[in-house]
Each structure stands twice: as C-alpha cells, then as structure tokens.
C-alpha cells in the first residue's frame, strides 16, 4: 500500500527557510513521481515541485523558481522540500503526492492532481511575523 507522509511544516518568519520531508512507504521512489503541491485557504491546490524518483530531475512552477529546491534520498526513501525566502503568500498546507513514472512522458500533466495516486496528509506552512 502506498503511503506518504509529510513533516516540517509550522510557523517561519518572512524571509526564513524551511524543509519539508515526505517519507514513502509500500513503493519504492524509482517507480514513481513525487511532487509537492500547495493549498492555500480558499484556493485550489497547485502544484509547485516535483522529481522523478529514477533520476532525480527536477521540475518547478513558474512561481517558485529559485526559492524552492526538491531533492531526493533513495536510500531513506524520502523527497525534501527546501524553501527558502519565504513570503506571506506561501502561508499554505503542501501535500506530496506520487504518480506512476510514465507521467514523465507527459511532463505537460506533471501538475494535474488527477495524476497522482496517493497524497499524504499535508503539512501546514504558515509565514507570519
């Protein structure tokens, strides 16, 4: 059974950085996609990072290119999320979530949540001061 869950979310001040951790279980991440996705209150979830669990590319919105870092251990079997200058407006909870690798053919589908058989539970990011 795949299984995601997400950590290292709480409250940073404008400016700070932060890491988010996604652990996997039931599957292996060569396999498969990971991506993070951010859910604003009220808004609808985005995608924003995501990595091929094979050979660790990278891929990223438009709106987070150069804050957000998503890496890979395959060893612990874990994505991270590095987010750095962070803004008010990244206040959001973010999900991983994992995709059959074949997606990487359609990397124009790489942010539909349609993709994605399993999400975690989510892990809230609140940026205040």
């Known amino acids: 059974q795949l299984q995601l869950v997400e950590s290292g979310g709480g409250l940073v001040l404008p400016g700070g950085s932060l890491r988010l951790s996604c652990v996997a279980s039931?599957?292996?991440?060569?396999?498969?996609?990971i991506s993070w996705f951010q859910q604003a209150p009220g808004k609808e979830r985005e995608g924003v990072s995501g990595?091929?669990?094979?050979?660790?590319?990278?891929y990223y919105s438009g709106p987070v290119k150069g804050r957000f870092t998503i890496t890979r251990d395959s060893a612990k079997n874990t994505v991270y999320l590095d987010i750095h200058s962070l803004k008010p407006d990244d206040t959001a909870s973010y999900y991983c979530?994992?995709?059959?690798?074949?997606?990487?053919?359609?990397?124009?589908?790489?942010?539909?949540?349609?993709?994605?058989?399993?999400w975690g539970q989510g892990t809230q990011v609140t940026v205040s001061s």
């Open positions: 979530a994992a995709a059959p690798k074949d997606l990487l053919f359609r990397p124009w589908q790489i942010w539909s949540p349609d993709e994605y058989v399993s």
């Open positions: 039931g599957f292996t991440l060569d396999d498969y996609v």
């Open positions: 990595i091929s669990g094979s050979d660790g590319r990278a």
